[in-house]
């Protein structure tokens, strides 16, 4: 089946917008299936940089179609505002080409505002949310009382519905969280005008994507975030309110469970993390320092969405098996190989000591409690001097280089198939 899925084995930022950007090369059909702006995909075509939050990174080949699944949520002021940089940036952004789910929920200001609340609630405790509503979205989804896109149509039932949610969320805001309160009816009239302006993208995603595949169109699922911020398989509570695994391509497109052709894996030669939660190869020396990078490089690690700067380690070859049988990963696209040029020796942790046990794997499904009493256990392999950024051939690679990339999949059972070696579409080595 021409079904293939980009999935992150980490915390995030992976690289998994320059990995769907190469992967789109030869699909008709790129598609998101969770999460939305706390995403932040960067893809760099020659002296362009996109920095995408919603959209799928596939849009930038003008073949493509991209699809926003119902298993989004949706800011629909940052959704224009991305719709307008990539039309300004000469890329065609029409309803023929952009596809919204009319069974996405809508994330509205007061979602902002209560994800904020929340989380200052929540004091040292916090989960260090993005800030975007996700949560709040999500959970006015699970109970019912959401506002999906397909109701913004039905303009007079839409507004009275988000006038409703203003008040409720108003309620929360004022009694709950002792927040100012907001203008019920400037909100209102602000953000059903806004909303509105996406009309002409809202389509039956579901039907048009299953009749895609009955045609024998391929598709590429882009998953957001990454597997360990998954709701169920993550380091809960530490992680987003979304799938953000393989499966999550199902019930997040409306699309029944069929063969998946590929599941790329996409990871990075290192480990980090934004945002609160447990992360055993936490380095704070030199290391991290080196590995994180200084800021004035586009791809040094400071987030996409937020600026924060991101907690970086080795990396955890427990957890990178772990998110490959969660997955069911084919292969993995391996990113920042280039950036590992320089260090003397590179450790990587390949076993945790555990309540005084030696585990290889996980003996709990990812719970932040279980996984703050992990420490790592590391080998280490040398590193290499070698620039990487213009290597094109697998054979050219260091036989380092190699010995690192051999660790990686014997450990975890799936080939490399991919290496990326710098932030640019082309700097990439096919095996
Ligand atoms: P995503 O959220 O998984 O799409 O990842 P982000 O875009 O948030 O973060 C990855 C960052 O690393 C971006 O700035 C990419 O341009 C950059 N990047 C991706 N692959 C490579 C690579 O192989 N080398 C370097 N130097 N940068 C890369
Ligand atoms: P991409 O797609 C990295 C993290 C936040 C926080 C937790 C919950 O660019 O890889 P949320 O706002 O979702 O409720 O925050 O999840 N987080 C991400 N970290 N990359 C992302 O997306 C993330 N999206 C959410 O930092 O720890
Ligand atoms: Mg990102």
């Keep these: 089946m021409p079904i293939s899925v980009a999935v992150g084995m980490q915390w995030g930022d992976e690289g998994k917008g320059r990995a769907v950007d190469l992967l789109s090369e030869n699909v008709e059909i790129v598609a998101r299936f969770n999460g939305g702006d706390n995403a932040g995909h960067t893809v760099t075509v020659g002296d362009k940089i996109f920095k995408l939050h919603v959209i799928p990174s596939g849009i930038i080949h003008a073949h493509t179609i991209g699809v926003l699944g119902n298993g989004l949520v949706l800011y629909p002021g ?42 200052a609630a929540l004091g040292k405790s916090s989960i260090g949310t993005t800030g975007r509503g996700i949560g709040p979205a999500y959970m006015d989804k699970s109970s019912r009382r959401g506002l999906r896109t397909g109701e913004l149509l039905q303009s007079e039932e839409f507004k009275k519905k988000v006038r409703q949610h203003f008040i409720d969320a108003n309620e929360m805001l004022t009694v709950y969280y002792h927040q100012p309160a907001i203008d019920i009816q400037t909100m209102t009239e602000e953000f059903t005008a806004l909303a509105s302006q996406l009309a002409a993208y809202i389509k039956p995603v579901g ?5 895609a595949l009955k045609s024998g169109k391929n598709i590429l699922a882009e998953a957001a975030q990454g597997t360990l911020l998954d709701l169920d398989q993550g380091t809960y509570p530490f992680v987003t309110s979304s799938c953000t695994t393989s499966a999550g391509i199902f019930s997040g497109l409306g699309i ?3 063969p998946v052709e590929r599941v790329i894996g996409i990871t990075k030669a290192f480990q980090t993390r934004v945002g609160s939660g447990p992360f055993p190869t936490e ?27 991101r907690r970086v380690g080795w990396i955890d070859l ?12 084919t292969e993995l696209f391996l990113t920042k190989m280039d950036i590992l040029s320089g260090l003397e020796t590179i450790k990587y942790c390949s076993a945790y000591q555990k309540d005084g046990k030696t585990i290889c794997e996980l003996d709990f499904s990812g719970s932040a409690t279980e996984m703050e009493r992990c420490l790592p256990v590391y080998q280490s392999t040398p590193g290499w001097k070698d620039d990487l950024r213009l290597i094109r051939k697998w054979s050219d690679l260091p036989n380092v280089v190699l010995d690192y990339i051999k660790i990686i999949e014997d450990f975890c059972g799936v080939p490399v198939t991919q290496v990326s070696v710098g932030s640019e579409r082309n700097a990439v080595i096919k095996r």
């Design 78 to 119: 940052t959704l224009l505002q991305e719709i307008k940089t990539l039309q300004e940036a000469g890329i065609e952004i029409s309803p023929k080409r952009l596809w919204i789910s009319d069974a996405a929920h809508l994330i509205t200001p007061a979602h902002r505002l209560l994800d904020q609340a929340q989380e």
């Design 283 to 309: 380095l704070f020396d030199a290391t991290a320092t080196f590995l994180r990078g200084s800021g004035s490089n586009p791809w040094d690690e400071f987030g996409t969405t937020t600026g924060r700067p």
């Design 207 to 211: 039907t048009l994507v299953r009749a």
């Design 318 to 329: 427990v957890l990178l098996k772990y998110a490959i049988e969660v997955n069911g990963v």
């Design 256 to 258: 029944g469970i069929q």
